[in-house]
């Protein structure tokens, strides 16, 4: 039986290293069942990071290597909320970041990174 295309997991990979900088594709706050978490803005928000946390732990970075950061909210009046769970896992020298507010697929937030790796992969050659 195929699947249709709306079940299939989209063409992306999680994180991309290119040099030194590493790109995190964005994080929707999914569970670890792969439903979006029940809650308001910061319990979403707290999800879609504690997920980009994971990846970037997965290729060796933490939060303290991210560089910049692009989010997408589905509302403005859900700024307050994302600001105060952003904070508990960004610290300062923050991350340089732009918010963008428009429809999302999922959830009611989206979160991707850059972060500069500490110790940049080594490529397969041969």
């Given at each position: ?21 590493l ?22 928000t ?78 397969a050659?041969?």
């Amino acid at each position: 039986m195929t699947q249709s295309p709306s079940r299939l997991a989209p063409p992306l990979s999680a994180a991309r290293q290119v040099g030194d900088l590493l790109f995190v594709s964005g994080q929707l706050p999914r569970g670890a069942d792969g439903e979006i978490v029940d809650g308001d803005i910061v319990v979403q928000t707290r999800r879609s990071l504690a997920n980009l946390q994971a990846v970037l732990a997965a290729h060796g970075a933490q939060t303290s290597d991210v560089v910049k950061v692009t989010a997408w909210l589905t509302d403005p009046s859900h700024m307050s909320g994302f600001n105060a769970a952003y904070s508990e896992t960004f610290k300062p020298p923050y991350p340089a970041r732009s918010v963008v507010i428009s429809g999302l697929i999922a959830g009611d937030v989206e979160i991707e990174a850059i972060a500069q790796h500490p110790q940049p992969l080594a490529t397969a050659r041969g």
